[in-house]
């Protein structure tokens, strides 16, 4: 049991992961002694309906000054974030005298590098102070902190109420929601709003992407969890609209209560999500059933792989494939190493299974028989950027939504 951190009911957890490392903590040899391991459950709140992990790192143990994500490695992610901004734009800044924007969680600037050249006020709260420091170097204005109601207080007072506080793939991140939805509430202006994108829990139980669930994802959102949590702190979902990043994401609009009118769309979601079954136990039962079986068809087929002599490698070495390798049991004995494209990963160990991390050359330069593709969610990306592996007879193997080899 534990308490929800939203309603501080109590809910008991549906499914155990076992002993799981930092998702992001990649490391050398000389520090696999003194890792760090934490027992990872999940379970639904009954009463408020939210998704969330059972118990959690510390913040300060996944977001420091040597975060390994690197926002803008990916290049369709910095054309999403080009739209996003563009929409923030057309939306809700262009009609405004001289508005101010607020984004939690800025990583490397990817978005809010649009709103600067735009000319508009803007601020980046960044704790992982090696992601900030590019985002400065770009001249986008950063704070490295962790954002919170006591944070939100004194921006206010500072800086003045902001037209629009946004976040992506940050919200679910931070588990004193009660603390960053009052802060929210308290630093908008009265015909401000808040937009946010996460993954979406749907979509995760639709695609049984369980890889998703992992130390830095303490929530996953569904329309109604969204609506439930923020309305405690008087901001009312206005709007929502799925995304197709990160397997299916969703972004949240919302603004002060009667501030604005309520969309269409979010009784529409709502209504989806009851069709779905988000809020039955079965739902998650199954859910953890189909994990289960996930994990054996990708074990069995590795094994069989493994015993006709395949060269097996990782590609992405994503947070993701941190749940997936530590979940299934997979190390170094079946996959060779992992291939990816951020510096800071490279010649390190994957975290728990202690896989060795190669950049891009390593792959090229050698393809293997089979690619494991973690970053299945840029798959698009990655299959249009590997088309020589593809005619060399290269195959990939996929596990979302369901383990299958393709060429
Ligand atoms: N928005 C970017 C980065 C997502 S990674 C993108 O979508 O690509 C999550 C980011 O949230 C990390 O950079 C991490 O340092 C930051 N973060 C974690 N806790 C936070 C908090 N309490 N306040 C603000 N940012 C936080
Ligand atoms: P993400 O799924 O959390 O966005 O992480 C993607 C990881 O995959 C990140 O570490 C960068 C890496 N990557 C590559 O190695 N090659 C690529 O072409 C892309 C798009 C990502
Ligand atoms: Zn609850």
């Not at 996003?84 to 990817?110: K, M, Q």
């Not at 695609?207 to 959102?221: G, T």
């Not at 087929?301 to 990782?314: D, H, T």
Request: some cysteine.
């Amino acid at each position: 049991m534990f308490k929800c951190r939203v309603c501080h009911t109590d809910v008991s957890p549906f499914m155990t992961f076992g002993q799981m490392p930092i998702a992001n903590g990649f490391l050398t040899e000389e520090q696999f002694e003194d890792e760090f391991f934490y027992e990872m459950e999940v379970g639904v709140c009954s009463a408020c309906s939210m998704f969330q992990l059972a118990g959690q790192p510390e913040p300060q143990q996944m977001f420091h000054q040597s975060y390994a994500f690197y926002s803008s490695l990916s290049a369709h992610m910095q054309s999403h974030f080009g739209n996003f901004a563009a929409y923030l734009d057309e939306e809700y800044l262009s009609r405004r005298i001289d508005p101010f924007v607020v984004e939690l969680g800025s990583n490397d600037g990817i978005m809010l590098q649009h709103i600067k050249e735009r000319g508009y006020r803007h601020l980046g709260v960044e704790p992982s102070a090696n992601v900030a420091d590019i985002a400065r170097s770009k001249g986008i204005e950063t704070l490295s902190e962790f954002f919170s109601l006591d944070l939100a207080l004194r921006l206010g007072s500072l800086h003045g109420k902001a037209d629009v506080v946004t976040c992506a793939n940050v919200m679910c991140h931070i588990p004193d929601i009660n603390s960053v939805a009052a802060g929210i509430a308290s630093l908008l202006k009265p015909d401000g709003v808040l937009v946010f994108e996460d993954p979406y829990l749907g979509n995760v139980i639709e695609k049984i992407s369980y890889d998703q669930i992992y130390d830095e994802h303490v929530f996953l959102f569904s329309v109604r969890s969204v609506g439930n949590a923020f309305s405690r702190h008087g901001l009312e979902l206005v709007d929502v609209t799925p995304q197709e990043t990160h397997g299916g994401s969703m972004r949240y609009i919302l603004a002060p209560k009667g501030s604005r009118p309520i969309k269409p769309s979010v009784s529409e979601w709502l209504q989806v999500e009851s069709r779905q079954g988000l809020d039955v136990q079965d739902t998650y039962d199954k859910f953890k059933k189909d994990c289960d079986v996930s994990r054996m068809k990708l074990k069995n087929l590795i094994k069989a792989l493994k015993i006709e002599g395949k060269r097996i490698v990782g590609y992405g070495a994503t947070s993701k494939s941190t749940s997936v390798l530590n979940y299934c049991g997979i190390g170094p004995e079946d996959i060779e190493y992992i291939t990816d494209t951020t510096p800071l990963k490279q010649g390190k160990f994957s975290p728990g299974a202690h896989i060795p991390i190669r950049g891009h050359d390593a792959f090229t330069g050698d393809y293997p028989d089979y690619a494991l593709l973690f970053a299945w969610n840029h798959a698009n990306e990655i299959f249009s950027k590997e088309g020589d592996y593809k005619r060399s007879g290269g195959k990939w193997i996929l596990f979302v939504p369901e383990v299958k080899v393709i060429n």
